[in-house]
Every structure is written in C-alpha cells, then in structure tokens.
C-alpha cells in the first residue's frame, strides 16, 4: 500500500431483523412430548422459537426486514440485492427478485441468491465489501432470511424457528467497520443436509456439535494467525446460534485454546450472552443466525460499544466455517433499530400446541392448481397465493403494528375533534371456571361485570398531553417525545425481564405508568402529532390488583378513548395486538383472556382461540374484595405448576368448566352453583387459596350459597383479591364479609365490551 493511499472502511450501514408474528414456548412443546421443559431451557438455553402461518416464508420475513433497514436510506444507491438462504422456494429464481418488486428497489441492480447452509450470509458479505470499496458512492443490500424445519417429534424439533436480517452495506459505515484478516476452511462432510425431494433437513446432531468446535479452532487459528490479535483484543464475540447452549460451549472451547479459562464468570459470560438474546427468543434462523446475534448485541449490550472490536466466527454446515471481526463505529446507536426489534419479539402471538401443529402441517400445493392462502399476521407482507406454481406476493393493507407509522403514512392526517368530549368505557370481568388451567390448554368461562374504566379525552390548550389519574391520585403532563421515551425505557425493562435480569414488578414501577406506556404506543402507532394538547381522565370503579381485569380495562378504554378523539378507529385485531403489548408490560406474558372480556363483553367461554358467546348468568351475585394478593398472578403460575403436570388435575379442571357451560347453555342455575363449588376446590387442591378465605367461603357454603376466588388467587399472605359469591341472602353475605374486614358489592353480567358513551 502507498503511503498516501486511503483506507476506505467498509461495513454495516444499518441492520433490521424480523421473525414470524407466532411464537411457541419450548415449555408447551416439552409439555405436549412429555419432557422436562429443563431439557430445552436450561439443556439447550432455548426459550421460544418462532413459527410461521401459512402465508408466511422467507420473501415475507426478508421483505419486513429490509423495509425496516431502508428507512431513511436511499434506494438509488441500492446497486446489488445479495439474498443470502437455505429455505430456497425455487430451483431456479433468485428469491431476491420478490423483494426487489415489493420494495421498489431501482432497475439498475445485481440480484443474486447464495446458499451454503448457514454461512451463507457470511458469503454475501465478504462478497460485498471489496465491491464497496471500489464503488463507495453504492451501497448493497445483504439479506439472509430462513425457516429451520426438522419435523414434528423429531429428535431436532425444539431447536427449529425462523427470521430474517436485513443489512445496508456501505462506505464509512455507522454501525460497524470489518477488517480484512479471515480464516476460512473447507470440508465436505455430511453433518446436515437437505435434499430437493424433502421438505425437511437431515442433521447428525453431535456431529455438527463436534464439527462446530473443530471448525471453531481452525478458522480462529488463521485468522490470529493473520491478524496478529489476541483474544484479549476482543470485547465481544457474535458466534452462528443454532442453539444458545453450543454457543456456550464454543465460547468455553475458545477460552481454552487461548489459555484464557481463568477469566472469571461474569466477565465471559459478558463476552456472549448479549448477543445470543434474540436467539433464545427465536430459536435457530440458519444464514440470519449469526447477524441476528449482531443486532441482539448491539441493542442490548449495557456499555457503549463504539471503538470496541467483535469476533465473529460463522459455520455452515456441509461445511465452511470463518472467523473474522468488526470494530463498532463512534454514532452506531442513532443507526439502530432497537424499539423496532423489541417490538417485533414483544408482539408475537403465542400458540397453543395445536395450532403450533396445525401451521406446521399446512401444504402448499405443488400440483400447479390455484391456492388462497388463509390470512395471518404476517407484518407488511404475504404469499396471498399459488397459481399456476407461481408465487403472488402482495403488500398488507394496514398491516399490524409493528410496522412504524402505519396507520396515518397514508390516507387522512389524524384529527382532532376540537372541543368535543369523547368517553369511553371497558369493563372489568371475572373468571367463572378454568383459572391456571388455561395456561395448559384447559377451556375457561369468563364473564364481564358492570364495573368499569372510564378514559375521557377533552382538548387543552397547552400542546402536551395532561394525565389525570384521579383514582391513583396522579397528575402530570408529557409531551409526545417524553411519552416515547417512557415507552422506549419501558419497553428495554422488559427485556431485561425477559433476560431474566429483573422480575415483572420491576418494569412498571409505578400504577401511573400503565396508561403512560399505552399512550406512548399508541401514539407512535398513529404517528401522532396534535396541534393543541389533550387531557386524558381515567377513572375505575374496578378494584386493583385483585384479579378483575383492570390493567385490561385501563388499556383499551384509553386506546380507544384516544383514537375516536383523533377519528382514526383501529380495527379490532390491531387493537387487541396492540394492547396485548402493553398488558405485557403488567403481567409478563398475557394469555389475552382479560382483554378478549373486555373487547367484547357478555360471557364468553374459551378454549385457546376458540370463543363461544354464553348466556349471562341470572343469579344473585356478589363482588367480595378479599385484599390485594401480596403475589402476583405471574408467581401463582410459577408455583402450582407442577401441579399441572398432572393430566388428571387438568382433565378434573376442563370437567368442571365444561359442566359449568352446560349449565349456562341449560340456564340451570343449580347445576351452575355444583360447578363453582367442585371448581373452588381444585382451587384449594392447588394451593392458591388462603385459609382466611377458605374459611370464608365455607362458612358461605353453610348458609346456602356458594362462592369461588375468580383470579389466579394467592400462594402466599391472605388476601386473594376478587371472591364471587352466590347466594340468594343479601343481609348474610353482607354480614359475613364485614365480619372478615371484606368489601361487598352486588354485580351482574355486563353485556356491552369497550365502548364510547
């Protein structure tokens, strides 16, 4: 090189990943086979992998991903497409071809698509960086975008998932700068493979371990070798992640060829897991694999990372392995995508084993003949159809929210109604049959009751948005930029609970925060810009924390409060999506239940997704507040789950809910009374009922009536929030609850879900 000659740096503009909007837990999964769910969680440190519906495949997730990355980037620049997959949906044509349609990329570029196995993305880089740097006024759009399929009940099944990764390769990069040593090696083995007649690998699973670490060591031997750094040189390291527990064990397999295995825990504990969050999260995405480690890295690491150097070793079975690395740019995190990439995971519906089962086994013909394609939430885009063996891809029209600004990027700008005062209502509800028995697939009857939430929105003259939470005792006024900025620390707490670093209490710490968190979500659904300020009013006359819905409630009377304000109605499945993120920030994982009450009132009898309208029971019912629980429903789950590996215990709770719904259909109110009865002691039989309240119930019981805890109950203390009761003597459920310190009011069935005064 002269001395005058010039360095261009080249490397990762932006990055967007993307995964299917279904997620399985491996907890339901190892359920289902009869496992030990230690087995995928601790043995293989997976925790969800992502599935995807039916008109959901490499092209959609790639496309989502690289409409994200090209934000803000200019298209004319884009001069090479390099799609990067083993899940190839054509002998033949470039999968690549599809997005360049459906992202309206300029004529003038190379399309290309690379496979082998995972390293393929690892290809298309090196393949990009020396055309930059004879060309960097261009730029290159890199994608790898897979599905990872092995079979149901296969020994590889729970190691499956799926995503995409989006990468602007550039000139003076943002985000991160890669030098040029590598260590490349070569080998043909047959570790796992695919031929064109299955639709599913074939892994030797130990195999590939064993080939993973040798590869490890040799690529990482040439590439010390030719760079003449250290693994002390190294603050980070991004490793291909077909499964978080081999990553570990490469990790471990590094320190010691490099005699560094006398670092303490924390410190090479810091060096990976950072990085490998997306992928407990989404299980194993083949090429996107070790660019999704990138990404987690990047958004989650706790220190700054600009001027720290990353190692990246990438394997691809078949195999070609490399090591090389990257130094992080100074401005990296103005680049990012973090609030995107959290959401996309955050969002994700959960699947019951069955419907896990029902997408897997869904065809695509292959037979030429015409093929809708049933709709799913597949983000901005989906296979709509097969016709003729041709693929139709077409964008989705109000796609979910995940998408920024969709709502308003098109169509009429948001507007206020002026003076004009909206007021909205959302019912509470109660569990009638089926509580913690939901979560393992059981059927549950609930019921919405006539208390309430009440969001009213009036204009103000100051351009914030003023909160007046006058049940919480609480006033304040935030701007729209520091409404998102709560959204967004909100949102990194809960990863961090997802992580396992903090616990669900920890992420929204103080009541106020739920309808902050809503609005800020709602917000930058709408891409909301007011030209004057709004009050927002909540009131409830629902009980807190007592297992009555009322984070639910709160959620959607404020989102619907704000969007009739603003005349932008949400249509229903986006809403629910929408505020399913945020009843996540409350309880940690919410099955939805309270939210489908609250939508829709009435009695609603559940099994997973499917929802049948009930009769509203005619009997003399009673609200009875026993007393916040001193633990939440997210611990009461935790702790009576090895009572639910019991297949009898779960059958007894589906009888009883069952037998329940017989008798609303018969309107049989004496068979509804046995129901609740038998369901308050499988109750007991869980241990989620404390002993003040058993005693308070039995003494119900003895005077006639009946009466049940209606949440999840406790597992500590003595209060275990809403009890309902039945009975036809209003003077001696009112005497008996004031002689246990109880609140009592009489109730009944709410017909009506949210709606505008």
């Known amino acids: 090189m002269y001395e005058d000659e010039i360095v261009i740096k080249v490397g ?80 033949s044509k470039a999968a690549g071809l599809y997005i360049h349609e459906l992202l309206g990329l300029p004529a003038r570029c190379r399309v290309v698509e690379l496979k082998q196995a995972c390293y393929s993305g690892t290809a298309g880089l090196q393949l990009a960086l ?28 729970s190691s499956q998932g799926c995503g995409a990764v989006a990468m602007v390769l550039s000139a003076y990069p943002r985000i991160i700068a890669f ?47 030719l760079s003449a750094r250290g693994f002390d040189d190294h603050a980070y390291f991004c490793y291909h992640t077909p499964l978080p527990r081999l990553v570990e064990k490469a990790h471990q397999h590094l320190l010691k060829i490099n005699n560094a295995t006398n670092l303490p825990d924390e410190v090479t504990a810091k060096h990976i897991q950072s990085a490998l969050s997306y992928g407990r999260q989404l299980g194993n995405s083949y090429s996107a694999a070790l660019y999704i480690s990138l990404a987690s890295l990047l958004d989650n690491a706790k220190e700054e990372l600009a001027g720290k150097r990353i190692g990246f070793y990438s394997y691809g079975s078949g195999c070609v392995a490399e090591y090389f690395s990257g130094v992080v740019q100074p401005d990296y995190r103005a680049a990012l995508h973090t609030d995107y990439h959290a959401n996309v995971l955050a969002s994700r519906t959960p699947l019951t084993y069955e419907d896990y089962e029902s997408f897997y086994q869904f065809n695509y013909v292959e037979d030429g003949s015409e093929q809708d394609i049933p709709v799913y939430n597949t983000g901005a885009f989906r296979l709509t159809k097969l016709q003729q063996h041709k693929r139709i891809y077409a964008p989705v029209i109000n796609s979910p929210v995940i998408l920024r600004s969709v709502f308003c990027s098109e169509g009429p700008p948001c507007k206020p109604l002026g003076t004009k005062t909206i007021k909205v209502y959302a019912p509470g509800k109660l569990i009638l049959s089926g509580e913690h028995a939901v979560v393992y697939g059981q059927p549950a009857i609930a019921m919405a009751v006539n208390r309430h939430v009440t969001a009213t929105v009036t204009q103000e003259s100051v351009p914030q948005v003023l909160f007046d939470l006058s049940d919480l005792a609480h006033h304040s006024q935030l701007s729209l930029d520091a409404l998102r900025h709560l959204k967004n620390r909100i949102k990194e707490k809960y990863y961090r609970f997802i992580r396992g670093d903090y616990s669900i209490r920890q992420v929204l710490q103080k009541p106020f925060e739920l309808a902050q968190f809503t609005l800020g979500i709602l917000a930058e659904s709408l891409n909301i810009s007011l030209p004057h300020g709004v009050k ?47 009843e996540n920030m409350q309880h940690g994982h919410s099955s939805g239940l309270d939210l489908r009450i609250a939508m829709n009132g009435g009695c609603l009898y559940m099994q997973e997704k499917d929802i049948h309208i009930r009769a509203v029971p005619n009997l003399p019912m009673y609200l009875v507040n026993t007393g916040t629980p001193v633990t939440t429903t997210g611990q009461c789950v935790d702790k009576v789950a090895t009572h639910f590996q019991s297949k009898q215990l779960q059958n007894e709770f589906a009888a009883v809910t069952q037998a329940m719904d017989k008798a609303l259909r018969d309107q049989s109110w004496q068979n509804m009374r046995e129901a609740i009865r038998h369901n308050h002691q499988l109750l007991i039989n869980i241990g989620v009922v404390p002993d003040t309240v058993q005693r308070f119930i039995a003494q119900i019981e003895a005077t006639g009536g009946v009466a049940k805890v209606c949440g999840a109950g406790a597992v500590a203390g003595e209060g275990a929030g809403a009890v309902l009761v039945i009975s036809d003597d209003n003077q001696i459920v009112t005497s008996l609850s004031s002689r246990f310190g109880y609140n009592v009011i009489p109730i009944s069935g709410e017909p009506r879900g949210v709606h505008a005064a």
């Open 12 to 91: 990762i503009d932006t990055i967007a990943i993307y995964t299917s909007r279904y997620a399985l837990e491996l907890a339901t999964l190892a359920q289902a086979r009869g496992i030990d769910p230690d087995k995928f969680l601790t043995g293989l440190g997976q925790h969800t992998m992502s599935v995807p519906p039916p008109g959901e495949d490499i092209v959609t997730m790639a496309a989502n991903a690289a409409q994200q990355a090209l934000q803000q980037v200019d298209v004319n620049t884009i001069e090479m497409l390099l799609f990067a997959t083993e899940s190839g949906i054509d002998q």
């Open 130 to 157: 020396p055309y930059l740097r004879e060309n960097p006024n261009k730029k290159v759009l890199l994608i790898a975008s897979d599905i990872a399929r092995y079979g149901l009940r296969t020994t590889a099944e």
């Open 179 to 225: 030098e040029s040593e590598h260590g490349i090696v070569a080998d043909n083995v047959m570790d796992f493979w695919r031929p064109n007649y299955s639709h599913d690998a074939f892994v030797d699973g130990k195999y590939s371990s064993k080939l993973y670490l040798q590869m490890l060591e040799k690529s990482w031997e040439q590439y010390q070798s």
């Open 536 to 582: 927002l009013h909540v009131q409830s006359t629902i009980p807190i924390g007592c297992g009555m819905g009322s984070s639910a409630a709160t959620i959607l009377s404020v989102m619907q409060a704000v969007s009739h304000y603003l005349q932008r109605p949400i249509a229903e499945d986006i809403l629910f999506q929408l505020a399913l993120e945020a």
